[in-house]
């Protein structure tokens, strides 16, 4: 059952914790994407990975951060530094980078600050 | 500035009944554009995909035009169902940059019995 898996859907993060959002893809795709959707806007990218061990910031990637040590797993770090992090999280995977690829997405994960 | 702009932001329609949604960019250069269907709280998924030379696909109940002259698509969607209940999001492919992908904001649509 190919696809692109979030976990978890919902969580919870405390004032000045680091929180680890998880996204797995079985679909062997190269380039794997983090976005955030805040209600009524655009959907908006924080960091990008082309290949393994390597990624680059989007436009949005101040207090996060993610890594790469595998071809299937794109894990994001929201860190204490990120003010504002309540929103829902989107993970997405193509088979290459670049938009003339179909992006495949995961169901997402909400997070919230309490 | 590359945007994406959708409307109406949201519209009810009774079942049964056909609704367009539109979408106009001032992304460029343009290198293609996709209409995505995001359930509440669920990731968005592929409804089409349209390249510069392409001004018109369907998917089922869903008909997607495009005019690069006047940089304007819109989505329409036939005979509409209940579970046609959901954001629709334009998103337009810019060819410089690495084929980023900027995104509308939606048009949320509700269809009711």
């Known amino acids: 059952d190919g696809g692109i898996t979030q976990s978890p859907k919902y969580l919870f993060r405390k004032e000045g914790q680091n929180v680890t959002l998880s996204c797995e893809q079985n679909l062997n795709h190269d380039a794997m994407y983090w976005y955030r959707q805040d209600p009524g806007q655009g959907l908006r990218l924080i960091y990008y990975?082309?290949?393994?061990?390597d990624f680059q910031k989007g436009d949005i990637a101040e207090g996060y951060s993610v890594s790469r040590e595998k071809k299937e797993s794109f894990p994001l770090t929201v860190t204490s530094a990120q003010k504002n992090p309540t929103a829902f999280y989107l993970c997405?995977?193509?088979?290459?980078w670049g938009g003339g690829y179909e992006a495949f997405f995961g169901q997402g994960t909400r997070l919230t600050v309490v | 500035k590359n945007q994406v702009e959708q409307s109406p932001q949201s519209l009810i329609i009774l079942e049964g009944k056909n609704c367009t949604l539109q979408?106009?960019?001032?992304?460029?250069?343009?290198?293609?554009l996709r209409w995505y269907k995001q359930d509440t709280g669920r990731g968005p998924v592929s409804l089409t995909i349209?390249?510069?030379?392409?001004n018109t696909k369907s998917n089922g109940r869903y008909t997607a035009t495009l005019d690069a002259d006047t940089k304007q698509s819109s989505l329409h969607i036939t005979a509409s169902q209940l579970s046609d209940s959901a954001s629709y999001i334009c998103v337009v492919s810019i060819k410089a940059a690495g084929n980023k992908l900027t995104f509308g904001g939606g048009t949320r649509v509700l269809v009711k019995p």
């Open positions: 979408c106009n960019y001032t992304v460029s250069p343009f290198s293609n």
């Open positions: 990975s082309q290949i393994v061990n």
């Open positions: 349209m390249t510069f030379s392409e």
């Open positions: 997405a995977s193509s088979i290459d």
